[in-house]
């Protein structure tokens, strides 16, 4: 295997059967790195105006975007790729929107009664009884009424659509907005069905940040192709069950591209980076050792700027970087995860006044203090194993979707939530409607906790990297750790939900319904 590409991990070559049940995948090492363009998605363009659904005279901007499928070149040596794009483009557009500007969104759905990608009937809601193509769409991050956020049980299939309510009353910050139909929604997405939502606000503007064509999206995402560039979804091998617990890809795209260049000028650009892979967490650096400054996280601006040479970035996670080219003119500089690359920066020699800034302060973020908490829930992260060693399934809590809701915070109130993790791997776990704080991570005997649920660590309090110090949607718990964070329930009473971002894993059954009461 070549350096460049990670080897996709095609599980599900039966033996006994003699063929392979998943097609070959594409030899990535024939694929020539950065001769294709960054693309940029493009803006979302509104169709007018609605009048608002609080029922006053109010006309807020109307948005009506269509899903629909699509052939898309994602490498200049590749056929088209067939894709499923909002507005036929893979990511989605992009919307431009300020803090309090509220909006409306006909999400209408126009794909295909079929679905291309291998549906696994025995995972809650798709059962054979279900259209095999559902959608439904949640702005991620966004604090959003229960009614348009999304939930995954609220799809509906092709010839359908579904107006939805963003009130946008929220810090700026970089949101996304992807598929979220129970059960399916890991093959909806790696189709492509995902698009970056920006909030902007007046703390942000004052800041001077690079802005217009030097603040440039990068939404990054691992697809497996097969050797004719469509996409290839590996199942384990038996029909009736052909989930796999991860997906690792062998392809690396950036904003639809496989491994594309960019032209940069010898200056500072931000890039809003966006983890849209279904189960791959990143380790990114530049090649040449050069820093990258992050200045935000998945709620929007940190206090003050991260310094970092390596970010780590799970899925639905985002950081907002700003990265100085100065100094590097005619260098090509790589973006890479571990040994594998995922696209080339090259910086022009013109001579540029680079009037952006980068200031030491950019927001205040307070801490949200641990004694204002009215409860603390203790919540694990379970997976079962079959008896060949195989994961079978995911719960949080030992507690499946179906179950009667748990987790009920009251409206305004303050809690903590012990992600109590007994696997070996990263899970990130994402809550609906609220942002929260990191407050640490501690590593404890697992078994012990099996056995008698006493919690004994192991190491000592790990406190959040200073990257993690801001307002978070998703967060990373660690194996054998439990990882503690801090949210105030604000914003909306109703039903909504929280889950491991891992879509594989989101699937099947670690996700869970909770309610603000
Ligand atoms: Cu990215 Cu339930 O969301
Ligand atoms: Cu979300
Ligand atoms: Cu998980």
């Given at each position: 295997?070549?350096?460049?590409?990670?080897?996709?991990?095609?599980?599900?070559?039966?033996?006994?059967?003699?063929?392979?049940?998943?097609?070959?995948?594409?030899?990535?090492?024939?694929?020539?790195?950065?001769?294709?363009?960054?693309?940029?998605?493009?803006?979302?363009?509104?169709?007018?105006?609605?009048?608002?659904?609080?029922?006053?005279?109010?006309?807020?901007?109307?948005?009506?975007?269509?899903?629909?499928?699509?052939?898309?070149?994602?490498?200049?040596?590749?056929?088209?790729?067939?894709?499923?794009?909002?507005?036929?483009?893979?990511?989605?557009?992009?919307?431009?929107?300020?803090?309090?500007?509220?909006?409306?969104?006909?999400?209408?759905?126009?794909?295909?009664?079929?679905?291309?990608?291998?549906?696994?009937?025995?995972?809650?809601?798709?059962?054979?009884?279900?259209?095999?193509?559902?959608?439904?769409?949640?702005?991620?991050?966004?604090?959003?009424?229960?009614?348009?956020?999304?939930?995954?049980?609220?799809?509906?299939?092709?010839?359908?659509?579904?107006?939805?309510?963003?009130?946008?009353?929220?810090?700026?910050?970089?949101?996304?907005?992807?598929?979220?139909?129970?059960?399916?929604?890991?093959?909806?997405?790696?189709a492509g069905l995902s698009g970056?939502?920006?909030?902007?606000?007046?703390?942000e503007d004052k800041l001077h940040?690079?802005?217009?064509?030097?603040?440039?999206?990068?939404?990054?995402?691992?697809?497996?192709?097969?050797?004719?560039?469509?996409?290839?979804?590996?199942?384990?091998?038996?029909?009736?069950?052909?989930?796999?617990?991860?997906?690792?890809?062998?392809?690396?795209?950036?904003?639809?591209?496989?491994?594309?260049?960019?032209?940069?000028?010898?200056?500072?650009?931000?890039?809003?980076?966006?983890?849209?892979?279904?189960?791959?967490?990143?380790?990114?650096?530049?090649?040449?050792?050069?820093?990258?400054?992050?200045?935000?996280?998945?709620?929007?601006?940190?206090?003050?700027?991260?310094?970092?040479?390596?970010?780590?970035?799970?899925?639905?996670?985002?950081?907002?970087?700003?990265?100085?080219?100065?100094?590097?003119?005619?260098?090509?500089?790589?973006?890479?995860?571990?040994?594998?690359?995922?696209?080339?920066?090259?910086?022009?020699?013109?001579?540029?006044?680079?009037?952006?800034?980068?200031?030491?302060?950019?927001?205040?973020?307070?801490?949200?203090?641990?004694?204002?908490?009215?409860?603390?829930?203790?919540?694990?992260?379970?997976?079962?194993?079959?008896?060949?060693?195989?994961?079978?399934?995911?719960?949080?809590?030992?507690?499946?979707?179906?179950?009667?809701?748990?987790?009920?915070?009251?409206?305004?109130?303050?809690?903590?939530?012990?992600?109590?993790?007994?696997?070996?791997?990263?899970?990130?776990?994402?809550?609906?409607?609220?942002?929260?704080?990191?407050?640490?991570?501690?590593?404890?005997?697992?078994?012990?906790?099996?056995?008698?649920?006493?919690?004994?660590?192991?190491?000592?309090?790990?406190?959040?990297?200073?990257?993690?110090?801001?307002?978070?949607?998703t967060v990373r718990a660690q194996?054998?750790?439990?990882?503690?964070?801090?949210?105030?329930?604000?914003?909306?009473?109703?039903?909504?939900?929280?889950?491991?971002?891992?879509?594989?894993?989101?699937?099947?059954?670690?996700?869970?319904?909770?309610?603000?009461?």
């Amino acid at each position: 295997m070549c350096s460049r590409y990670p080897s996709g991990t095609v599980r599900g070559i039966s033996a006994s059967l003699g063929a392979p049940l998943n097609p070959p995948a594409l030899d990535p090492t024939k694929l020539e790195a950065f001769v294709d363009p960054l693309p940029v998605p493009p803006v979302a363009r509104s169709n007018g105006v609605r009048l608002s659904p609080d029922g006053s005279s109010r006309k807020l901007p109307f948005y009506q975007i269509e899903m629909r499928e699509v052939l898309s070149k994602v490498h200049r040596d590749l056929p088209p790729t067939r894709l499923w794009g909002f507005q036929g483009v893979v990511p989605g557009p992009t919307f431009e929107t300020r803090k309090g500007d509220e909006l409306l969104v006909e999400w209408v759905n126009r794909l295909p009664a079929r679905h291309f990608l291998p549906i696994d009937h025995r995972l809650h809601g798709a059962e054979r009884d279900k259209p095999e193509v559902r959608t439904v769409v949640h702005l991620h991050g966004g604090r959003t009424p229960p009614s348009s956020d999304g939930y995954p049980e609220d799809w509906y299939p092709p010839g359908k659509s579904a107006t939805y309510f963003y009130p946008n009353r929220q810090d700026a910050a970089t949101l996304w907005y992807h598929d979220h139909a129970m059960g399916i929604n890991r093959l909806n997405i790696y189709a492509g069905l995902s698009g970056l939502f920006i909030i902007r606000d007046q703390v942000e503007d004052k800041l001077h940040l690079p802005r217009g064509r030097y603040e440039i999206p990068l939404v990054i995402f691992d697809r497996m192709l097969d050797a004719h560039g469509q996409l290839l979804y590996p199942v384990s091998g038996d029909p009736r069950a052909p989930w796999l617990a991860d997906f690792f890809g062998n392809v690396m795209m950036v904003n639809g591209r496989v491994a594309p260049f960019l032209e940069v000028e010898p200056r500072k650009y931000r890039f809003r980076v966006l983890n849209g892979s279904n189960s791959r967490l990143y380790h990114l650096q530049l090649a040449n050792g050069m820093p990258m400054m992050q200045i935000g996280s998945d709620q929007g601006l940190l206090a003050s700027p991260a310094e970092l040479q390596r970010l780590a970035i799970a899925p639905a996670e985002r950081a907002d970087l700003v990265v100085d080219f100065a100094g590097h003119q005619g260098e090509r500089i790589v973006l890479k995860d571990d040994a594998v690359d995922v696209m080339q920066f090259r910086v022009s020699r013109v001579r540029v006044v680079d009037d952006s800034h980068l200031p030491h302060l950019l927001r205040s973020v307070p801490r949200i203090p641990e004694a204002g908490a009215v409860r603390t829930r203790t919540l694990t992260l379970n997976e079962y194993n079959d008896r060949t060693g195989q994961t079978i399934l995911m719960l949080l809590n030992g507690t499946y979707w179906h179950q009667p809701i748990t987790e009920k915070p009251r409206i305004d109130s303050t809690e903590i939530w012990n992600l109590v993790n007994l696997t070996d791997e990263v899970h990130p776990i994402h809550l609906h409607l609220v942002r929260f704080q990191v407050l640490d991570r501690r590593v404890f005997e697992r078994f012990e906790y099996q056995r008698t649920g006493n919690l004994r660590y192991l190491g000592p309090v790990t406190p959040p990297e200073q990257n993690e110090m801001g307002w978070k949607d998703t967060v990373r718990a660690q194996p054998h750790a439990v990882t503690r964070i801090i949210a105030r329930f604000e914003g909306y009473k109703g039903r909504y939900v929280w889950h491991c971002h891992n879509l594989e894993h989101e699937d099947n059954e670690m996700m869970r319904p909770y309610e603000v009461i």
